[in-house]
């Protein structure tokens, strides 16, 4: 190709970009959450990300966090307008039930002791399951994980992998234990009527709907 078809392709080429033609390979690299400025990657092995948000205690931004789970989840809702919130979380939902694995990621921003880590998310899971003894299960791989480092400090990353076996509970990449039988309790903790994460609920319906 001699040097002016050259220049005019690139120049073509910056058109179609600033037109949006055709993505640029690094724009949907990872999201970052607004209000912690934490980021999340764009995948999770093979499942891609789904939306990201902040929890807060009153003023104090406790911990991001990021949903993965599988491309077919994602699809389920793609279609549907993000004016449509209620219906699109409500698919979503439903979708996820047969996912063979949602994983939901938090990383701390905020010290928070061990104890106080396990029962906040106790709680919030709690009035979402019929099982309490389940509840307690899980209550203790959190507070076993999160004491064995002395606190959930900022950077601490607890990770629950959702799936039909239950809810598998690690902290900073070591798996401490499954409680059975939360998977769908667990996910409704930030994407029911109720969730907890304001901001991670619009952030999946901006991220995934039309």
Do not use: W
């Not at 709690?126 to 999160?146: D, H, Q």
């Not at 959702?162 to 903790?189: N, Y």
Request: aromatic content about 6%; overall charge positive; some cysteine.
């Amino acid at each position: 190709m001699s040097f002016p078809r050259k220049v005019a392709a690139i120049g073509l080429a910056i058109v179609a970009i600033a037109l949006g033609l055709f993505p640029i390979a690094d724009a949907a690299a990872a999201l970052i959450d607004p209000a912690t400025k934490i980021k999340f990657d764009d995948n999770l092995g093979s499942r891609p990300l789904f939306g990201v948000g902040v929890r807060k205690k009153g003023p104090i931004k406790v911990y991001s966090v990021g949903m993965y789970s599988d491309a077919e989840s994602k699809a389920s809702i793609s279609s549907i307008s993000k004016s449509d919130k209620s219906g699109a979380l409500s698919t979503l939902r439903e979708s996820l039930k047969s996912a063979t694995q949602t994983t939901f990621l938090l990383k701390m921003n905020f010290k928070v002791g061990a104890e106080k880590m396990a029962s906040a998310i106790a709680e919030g899971v709690s009035p979402r399951a019929s099982n309490k003894a389940e509840v307690e299960t899980l209550k203790k791989l959190i507070l076993y994980g999160v004491a064995s480092k002395g606190a959930a400090t900022p950077g601490t990353i607890l990770q629950f992998d959702c799936s039909e076996e239950g809810v598998k509970v690690s902290v900073d990449g070591s798996e401490i234990g499954t409680a059975p039988g939360l998977q769908q309790a667990f996910c409704d903790v930030y994407l029911d009527d109720k969730g907890v994460s304001p901001s991670f609920r619009n952030s999946c319906v901006d991220n995934c709907c039309s």
